[in-house]
């Protein structure tokens, strides 16, 4: 099991910057790849960000230049850097974990399947 804890989250207005992160625990929590991902109301969930198994970051195309996903792997905590904020980007925000990075690629993928879920932390920007 992978406990996976979101904090960060908040209002800002547009521009604003906010750094999200996620803490993962559990027996295996260490061998997992971690990702982030987001819903906006009557949306589909869409991957953000993740560092995948070649150590690249990868990115949607929506969030490119402006959100940084990092990790402190001694901590195995996940962070995600957002400037330039919209209002477009206002949604709940998922860390999520799976043994597989393809599972966790950035954008709209219908039908993906992911162990482990956050309990999200909200993200609202204000034009």
């Known amino acids: 099991q992978v406990q996976l804890a979101e904090s960060g989250g908040g209002s800002v207005q547009a521009g604003g910057s906010l750094r999200l992160s996620c803490a993962a625990s559990?027996?295996?929590?260490?061998?997992?790849?971690l990702g982030w991902f987001r819903q906006a109301p009557e949306k589909m969930r869409e991957g953000v960000a993740v560092i995948a198994s070649d150590g690249i970051k990868r990115y949607a195309e929506t969030v490119k230049g402006r959100f940084t996903i990092s990790k402190d792997n001694a901590k195995n905590i996940l962070y995600l850097e957002m400037n330039s904020l919209r209002p477009e980007d206002t949604a709940m925000y998922f860390c999520?974990?799976?043994?597989?990075?393809?599972?966790?690629?950035?954008?709209?993928?219908?039908?993906?399947?992911?162990?482990?879920w956050g309990q999200g932390t909200q993200v609202t920007v204000s034009s």
């Open positions: 999520a974990a799976d043994r597989s990075p393809d599972s966790l690629r950035p954008g709209f993928a219908p039908g993906r399947r992911v162990e482990f």
């Open positions: 559990g027996n295996s929590a260490s061998t997992y790849y």
